[in-house]
């Protein structure tokens, strides 16, 4: 079991930057795949990236590729999403999520068994 809690959320203009982090408990996080998910009020949770065991596979949402990063340390069990060029529909509450034993990056909700609590990230035009 991996317990997950996200940080770097806050408020920015567009055009800005932010570094989401996901610092996940337990010893065996390097088994573990990792994604982020959004979510915007009125609508459902949306696959944003993922990232598998070892950093070797990452895989974007269309509307976010070429603007976020999805990286790992694995030595700090942490799992980051560095968000570039924001736009004010990036605008949502951000989630990390966590699946065990996968070696690719997984897009889609159901497949993932751990989530955090969410990071608040708003973008103002």
């Known amino acids: 079991q991996v317990q997950l809690v996200e940080s770097g959320g806050g408020l920015v203009q567009a055009g800005g930057s932010l570094r989401l982090s996901c610092a996940a408990s337990g010893r065996t996080f390097s088994s573990y795949a990792m994604g982020w998910f959004r979510q915007a009020p009125g609508k459902e949770r949306e696959f944003v990236a993922a990232i598998n065991r070892n950093g070797g596979n990452t895989y974007y949402a269309d509307s976010v590729k070429g603007r976020f990063t999805i990286s790992r340390d694995n030595a700090k069990n942490t799992v980051y999403l560095q968000m570039n060029s924001l736009k004010p529909e990036d605008t949502a509450v951000y989630y990390c999520?966590?699946?065990?034993?996968?070696?690719?990056?997984?897009?889609?909700?159901?497949?993932?068994?751990?989530w955090g609590q969410g990071t608040q990230v708003t973008v103002s035009s």
């Open positions: 999520a966590a699946v065990y034993g996968s070696d690719y990056a997984r897009p889609h909700i159901y497949e993932y068994d751990y």
